[in-house]
């Protein structure tokens, strides 16, 4: 089964840009399933951000505004996440995630990795 | 966006028990239901997609329903792993939303 691992600095500045990568392993990231982010504040639900098709077309939250930057690198069989302006309500658990083409389930998630927005 | 208003928010259950969680979308959803189990500092796992069909290696305790906007997850006899958070997710149109979480507790 495809595995995902959340990389990137566990701590931002206020103002500042958000920058994570997620590396999949077992599979392809042009095979045919979208490629997405999903959040979690400490204590709280789980928030869509966006996911992303290699070389087509991408999804993101509104609730995000423009914040939001999606990309994909199919030579490394990674894709990225960037999230400007951040704010201390964007601190959260951020998760890398698989998610179907046809049913838009997220069939395999990444552990997860913690970002923490402060000065 | 499409609300989805889980209940309850947590229930107490011993080994054994049946036990029933759910989920109504504020709109026609079609199947396009998803349930999800997280346990503490993990990421949450799929369970049961498109409302009733049953994830590869889930355990065959776990099965959804439908019926209408109101949708169903039970677990047929409670074992000790399933202590856990659960999630209901839509997948009918984006933004994709999620359920504000059941937790589920040792009685």
């Known amino acids: 089964q495809v595995q995902l691992q959340e990389s990137g600095p566990g701590l931002v500045k206020p103002s500042e840009t958000l920058s994570l990568t997620c590396s999949v392993s077992?599979?392809?990231?042009?095979?045919?399933?979208?490629w997405g982010w999903i959040r979690q504040p400490p204590g709280k639900g789980l928030e869509w951000i966006g996911h992303?098709?290699?070389?087509?077309?991408?999804y993101h939250n509104p609730s995000l505004k423009s914040r939001v930057t999606m990309s994909a690198d199919t030579s490394k069989n990674q894709f990225s996440l960037r999230l400007d302006s951040v704010t201390a309500a964007d601190t959260a658990v951020y998760y890398c995630?698989?998610?179907?083409?046809?049913?838009?389930?997220?069939?395999?998630w990444g552990q997860g990795t913690v970002v923490t927005v402060s000065s | 966006d499409i609300q989805m208003t889980q209940s309850p928010s947590s229930l107490s259950a011993s080994v054994g028990d049946r036990v029933t969680i759910t989920c109504r979308a504020s709109?026609?959803?079609?199947?396009?239901l998803n349930w999800y189990q997280q346990k503490p500092g993990k990421a949450p796992k799929l369970l049961i997609y498109?409302?009733?069909s049953l994830h590869s290696g889930v355990p065959s305790r776990f099965s959804g329903s439908e019926s209408g906007t109101d949708f169903t997850l039970t677990i047929s006899s409670l074992q000790p792993e399933d202590y856990a958070t659960y999630y209901c997710?839509?997948?009918?149109?984006?933004?994709?939303?999620f359920g504000g979480g059941t937790k589920v507790e040792i009685k």
């Open positions: 995630a698989s998610i179907g083409q046809v049913e838009l389930n997220i069939d395999y």
């Open positions: 077992d599979y392809s990231i042009s095979s045919g399933h979208y």
């Open positions: 992303i098709y290699p070389g087509g077309s991408s």
């Open positions: 709109q026609s959803i079609s199947s396009f």
């Open positions: 498109a409302a009733s």
């Open positions: 997710q839509q997948s009918y149109r984006t933004p994709l939303t």
